[in-house]
T-cell receptor
Framework: DAGITQSPRHKVTETGTPVTLRCHQT?????MYWYRQDPGHGLRLIHY???????DKGEVSDGYSVSRSKTEDFLLTLESATSSQTSVYFC??????????FGPGTRLTVT | GENVEQHPSTLSVQEGDSAVIKCTYS??????FPWYKQELGKRPQLIID?????GEKKDQRIAVTLNKTAKHFSLHITETQPEDSAVYFC????????????FGSGTRLSIRP
């Protein structure tokens, strides 16, 4: 599975609390992505990174921020979680002009 | 903005029959079209992809066709088997850029025994 791990795998948190999800890869891929998956919406891109300290917004970036200080790690932060951010979050990586490999996912519940 | 539409959202076929899933895309500069399969509780995994310089690609029971003029592409699964039951996602991107991929909303395929 391309050496991609996500932590935590499950999290329950309360509205208004900050949450950070971590994606770690051992493939030395240049690109990393964060998606959320909700019924009827497929996979929607939140943010992506095309190199260390280089990130850009996806289609549903409001309420989320990211950081990439090392090639292998891509962090997704919800500054103040809301119930609408309850979802399954997938990290993915790819090299130049290649397929995306997905992590195992993180199920986040905001109560 | 860029958009990928996928139909149908659910599909049920008899084991052994064929299944077809169709997608359209809006960004005329898209040149890379992957298809992902996601089994229940698992991560999406690439099953086949096609680039804009070809019109069709086959891999055993799976084939994908691309019509760049009409901006649509399709996944064809022949001789369906129970293990084909899953959610399938189409996607489109400009592969030469930062590889940002836009996904369709998915098709839940069920194979009836």
């Amino acid at each position: 599975d391309a050496g991609i791990t996500q932590s935590p795998r499950h999290k329950v948190t309360e509205t208004g609390t900050p949450v950070t999800l971590r994606c770690h890869q051992t493939e030395n891929h240049r690109y990393m992505y964060w998606y959320r998956q909700d019924p009827g919406h497929g996979l929607r891109l939140i943010h992506y990174s095309y190199g260390v300290k280089d990130t850009d917004k996806g289609e549903v970036s409001d309420g989320y921020s990211v950081s990439r200080s090392k090639t292998e790690d891509f962090l997704l932060t919800l500054e103040s979680a809301t119930s609408s951010q309850t979802s399954v979050y997938f990290c993915a990586t790819s090299d130049v002009d290649s397929e995306q490999y997905f992590g195992p996912g993180t199920r986040l519940t905001v109560t | 903005g860029e958009n990928v539409e996928q139909h149908p959202s659910t599909l049920s076929v008899q084991e052994g029959d064929s299944a077809v899933i169709k997608c359209t895309y809006s960004d005329s500069a898209s040149n890379y079209f992957p298809w992902y399969k996601q089994e229940l509780g698992k991560r999406p995994q690439l099953i086949i992809d096609i680039r804009s310089n070809v019109g069709e690609k086959k891999d055993q029971r799976i084939a994908v066709t691309l019509n760049k003029t009409a901006k649509h592409f399709s996944l064809h699964i022949t001789e369906t088997q129970p293990e084909d039951s899953a959610v399938y996602f189409c996607a489109a991107s400009r592969a030469s850029s930062a590889s940002k991929i836009i996904f369709g909303s998915g098709t839940r395929l069920s194979i009836r025994p």
